[in-house]
């Protein structure tokens, strides 16, 4: 089953510009990776999703090695409303089943 | 509606008490996910729709825990005989295509506390 691994927790600043870097080593080559952010009480929301290169639209990048083994969401000039938490999922075909998993989820904390 | 609509909100039910949850997905979207989200913990699939066909029930954690969606719309994920061990968020989440590749819209859930 591909699995990901996140870093549990971040720090940062508003202003600043966040990375969270996802590892996806077992990845299949239909898989698409799909980041979500969760916010207390509420359902993950849909961030952006990639299979290869670099995606970007108005909230976030998201960057993929040629490998595929890992992926970068980068948030541009974080705020406070960002501090959430953001899962890293890649849709798991291994089985043929249309699972996906989510990772542990990142628990980004942005400061004034 | 707009979005995924989930209901109750909150429920409390008795050690042994059957439940029923409810999620009505976005109109038309043809795949619908349920997932278990423990207290801390990242969801966990439960079990995945395309339209009204269960294509994948491996998630579910034991023979007590059934899930339906008789017309390919509304689906209910029901609890037989609860116990603490299922108390929980329960997420309902669709999407217009089937999975992989498409943008899925998650319910608020529906918080399960069983005493």
């Known amino acids: 089953l591909a699995k990901t691994t996140q870093p549990i927790s971040m720090d940062s600043y508003e202003g600043q510009e966040v990375n969270i870097t996802c590892s996806h080593n077992n990845i299949a080559t239909n898989d698409y990776i799909t980041w979500y952010q969760q916010f207390p009480s509420q359902g993950p929301r849909f961030i952006i999703q990639g299979y290869k290169t670099k995606v970007t ?3 976030a990048s998201l960057f993929i090695p040629a490998d595929r ?3 970068t969401l980068s948030l541009p000039r974080v705020s406070l409303s960002d501090t959430a938490v953001y899962y890293c999922l890649v849709g798991d075909s291994y089985t043929g089943g249309f699972k996906t998993i989510f990772g542990a989820g990142t628990r980004l904390f942005v400061k004034a | ?3 995924v609509s989930q209901s109750p909100r909150y429920k409390v039910a008795k050690r042994g008490q059957d439940v029923a949850l409810r999620c009505d997905p976005i ?3 043809v795949s619908l996910f349920w997932y278990q989200q423990a207290l801390g913990q990242g969801p966990e699939f439960l079990t995945y729709f395309q339209n009204e066909a269960q294509l994948d029930k491996s998630g579910l954690p034991s023979d007590r825990f059934f899930a339906e969606r008789p017309e390919g719309s509304v689906s ?9 061990e299922d108390s929980a968020v329960y997420l309902c989440a669709s999407s217009r295509t089937p999975a992989g590749d498409t943008e899925a819209f998650f319910g608020q859930g529906t918080r399960l506390t069983v005493v």
């Open chain 1, 57 to 59: 639209n108005e909230v």
């Open chain 1, 69 to 71: 083994k890992s992926s």
């Open chain 2, 1 to 3: 509606g707009a979005g």
């Open chain 2, 27 to 29: 109109s038309g979207h």
């Open chain 2, 76 to 84: 209910t994920l029901k609890i037989q005989r609860t116990q603490q």
